[in-house]
């Protein structure tokens, strides 16, 4: 592991392009359809988590290799359940939008 990863941050560059990731995957979750599922009952953090999340991971397959601290949700009190749960729901979402 890098030091940045060791202290929990990712590059300058990494953090650009996760940032991007998941502006663009909230940006490609139309509203019509979240409000028809039950991602609206995770809080803001818990979703923002999530996406972040979803982000690197499909960083992750596009070829990047920086990857996030292990649990780093945590430490913003984000119960793992809910975490975890939320990704899910946000992966089914950007799965059915095709």
Not at 6 to 23: D, V
Not at 26 to 42: A, F, R
Request: hydrophobic fraction near 45%; glycine fraction near 6%.
């Amino acid at each position: 592991k890098s030091q940045d990863q060791n202290h929990g941050l990712l590059s300058p560059r990494a953090s650009e392009a996760l940032i991007f990731k998941a502006w663009t995957i909230l940006n490609e979750i139309s509203i019509d359809v979240v409000l028809g599922t039950t991602i609206l009952q995770y809080n803001v953090v818990t979703l923002a988590c999530a996406v972040i999340s979803v982000a690197a991971a499909a960083n992750r397959s596009s070829g990047g290799n920086e990857t996030l601290p292990d649990e780093w949700w945590r430490a913003l009190d984000v119960p793992t359940d809910d975490f975890m749960s939320a990704a899910e729901s946000i992966r089914n979402l950007l799965h059915e939008r095709g």
